[in-house]
């Protein structure tokens, strides 16, 4: 091993890549639960677990819809954890969001300004932080790189609201479409559901994150994976319920849900793209998010916060000086 590969990877075994991931949709979708499932699969360091409190939703599920109104996330909170994925260190960050309402449409507006408005805070953390003289070396990198857009799947595709809440997420974060509570769907069901929304992002020209293909930067192997996930959008989900569940012909314990004809197993890809979507976020594609954040989004918001203060200091200026011209007329 060259003096340069040791040094490298030594760097990389102490380097902790922070990650920030948030959920977004309407009510009692399973935008919870799905936090909940996700943090019941992490490997959390054992020292994150001292250091960090964690929220109660994540301890109880709720199995009733009485259970469900009553502990529905009233306030949008997060969380962070020091976590370990195929031999890497992450700081992950959940972001989990009050459900929006669907029967107000003035309201509704106001909670998507409100989750984007949270968005674009991070990205506000930053723009302060570049713009200290001397910038703190171990600042965190709270930028949201990858947002999960929750879909009701009792409609046919996307609604009108759907589609206007996506357009103004799209503008600022990659945005990861997924269906949940997918087993109370037949496969053709949901089969046919996909393929609704697949036609009506490409129809309203909705910008998801596409999982992009650089042919140039590509080897074969890898690009069959981004292919692949590409062809999972909207990525299916199912959350466990909470019950000790084992595998019928295995006897192993799972986490799963229970029907009077089977065994549903939530880590089983025959059964949704919970495992999918995990990799994709938390390894293949990681980096990926986070590049695009910080060079598309962060700049794109960048460079619309510069304008607007040039744009007022501007107006302040032509003020003043029309100011001073009336005063001297009187
Ligand atoms: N059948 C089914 N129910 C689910 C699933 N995920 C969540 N639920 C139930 O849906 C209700 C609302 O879930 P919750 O996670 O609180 O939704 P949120 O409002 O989007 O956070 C709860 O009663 C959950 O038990 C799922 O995959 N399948
Ligand atoms: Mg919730």
Redesign the pocket.
């Known amino acids: 091993m060259s003096a340069n590969m040791s040094r490298g990877s030594r760097r990389r075994k102490h380097a902790v890549s922070q990650l920030n991931i948030m959920v977004v949709?309407f009510?009692?979708?399973?935008?919870?639960?799905?936090i909940r499932m996700l943090y019941n699969t992490l490997c959390v360091r054992e020292y994150s677990k001292e250091k960090t409190e964690l929220p109660a939703s994540l301890f109880q599920?709720?199995?009733?819809?009485q259970?469900?109104a009553a502990?529905?996330?009233q306030e949008l909170y997060s969380f962070t954890l020091d976590v370990e994925e195929e031999g890497e260190k992450i700081s992950l960050t959940l972001v989990?969001s009050p459900?929006f309402v669907r029967d107000n449409e003035l309201r509704l507006d106001v909670q998507v300004t409100e989750a984007l408005r949270y968005i674009e805070s991070q990205f506000d953390h930053t723009l302060a932080e570049e713009t200290k003289v001397k910038r703190n070396p171990k600042a965190q990198d709270s930028q949201i790189h990858a947002c999960l857009y929750?879909i009701d799947n009792t409609n046919n595709g996307l609604t009108d609201k759907d589609i206007r809440i996506l357009k103004r997420l799209t503008a600022r974060v990659n945005v990861i479409p997924v269906v949940?509570?997918?087993?109370?769907l037949t496969t053709t069901q949901l089969a046919n559901l996909k393929q609704a929304i697949k036609n009506d992002l490409k129809e309203h020209s909705i910008p998801v994150f596409d999982f992009p293909v650089d042919d140039e930067l590509m080897d074969p192997e890898v690009e069959e994976v981004v292919a692949n996930a590409q062809s999972f959008i909207p990525f299916s989900?199912?959350?466990p319920?909470d019950a000790d569940l084992s595998d019928p012909t295995t006897g192993e314990k799972i986490r799963g849900?229970q029907y009077a004809w089977g065994i549903i197993d939530c880590l089983n890809p025959k059964h949704c793209d919970f495992v999918e979507l995990r990799n994709v976020l938390l390894s293949s594609h990681r980096k990926l998010f986070k590049d695009i954040t910080l060079e598309v989004f962060y700049e794109q918001y960048r460079t619309e916060r510069l304008m607007a203060r040039k744009a007022s200091k501007m107006i302040t200026k032509e003020q003043k000086k029309k100011l001073l011209e009336d005063l001297s007329e009187i």
């Open positions: 949709g009510s009692s979708l399973g935008k919870t639960s799905f599920s709720s199995e009733t819809a259970d469900a502990s529905s996330t989990d459900g929750f949940a509570k997918a087993d109370l989900l199912i959350a319920e849900r």
